[in-house]
């Protein structure tokens, strides 16, 4: 990342801190348990059954339902179920700059209210560009630093913050998967296949770094062909 992108990607920081600071319940659709499940229903679907070719058979939904139980209720619960409006795809694609160096968000008619990691997630776990992971946390420290001081409900311990951050990430990365599968198979985009191993990449590094999503981590990597390693402690 040059300085360029750091200024860019703190911009960003600004107006999404503005943005959570308006937030009022009841004004926009809850982003609750229904629509999560909703979301990574389109995995298993997409992802697994027509793009992967696996059969979705009992026991495949009898591993994938507890997993995705355990991601709900942590990204529903995070950070003491601290709520905000959320745009759903706070990406660099709907970020624009105009004349004056202001930056400008389109494409917020998903926008939902529910967890407040979820936009800072979609921000620096892009399904279509990667950073450094130095580059995330830098970044996602400082929209955490900026966010408190601001009065928003975010906790005094940055690791707490962070591990929600990564889980929230994990969700998003299934659904991406399964809707970028779905665009590919079902309405004929077939670019966006392409960007489908980065968003499975993103949910095979993070499930190696806790033990819960290892399960997910090591059912991933049985989708993708790979040889799964199990270690063994003594």
């Known amino acids: 990342a040059t300085p360029a992108h750091f200024d860019l990607y703190m911009q960003a920081v600004d107006v999404l801190v503005q943005w959570q600071l308006a937030s009022k319940p009841g004004v926009l659709p809850p982003y609750d348990d229904a629509l999560l499940s909703r979301e990574l229903a389109l995995f298993p679907e997409w992802y697994v059954g027509q793009h992967r070719g696996f059969a979705l058979d009992g026991t495949l939904i009898a591993k994938l339902g507890p997993l995705f139980a355990q991601i709900k209720a942590s990204n529903l ?23 004056n160096g202001d930056l400008g968000v389109l494409d917020f008619q998903d926008a939902v209210y529910g967890p407040i990691t979820y936009d800072i997630a979609s921000l620096l776990r892009d399904a279509f560009i990667s950073w450094d992971e130095n580059f995330v946390i830098d970044i996602t420290v400082r929209y ?41 198979h079902r309405d004929g985009k077939d670019a966006y296949l ?7 990449e993103y949910l095979k590094r993070t499930c190696k770094r806790y033990s819960e999503l ?5 059912l991933i990597q049985s989708l993708t062909g790979e040889t799964v390693q199990v270690g063994f402690t003594f």
């Open 194 to 200: 392409q960007d489908i191993p980065l968003v499975v």
């Open 144 to 184: 955490w630093e900026k966010a408190r001081k601001a009065g928003l409900p975010l906790p005094a311990d940055i690791d707490d913050f962070y591990r929600d951050f990564e889980w929230m990430g994990v969700q998003r990365h299934l659904k991406v998967a399964g809707i970028f599968a779905r665009l590919s």
């Open 77 to 99: 619960n995070a950070l003491d179920g601290a709520r905000v409006y959320v745009h759903r795809d706070f990406m660099p694609r709907n970020l624009m700059v105009d004349a």
């Open 214 to 218: 290892l399960p997910l981590g090591r």
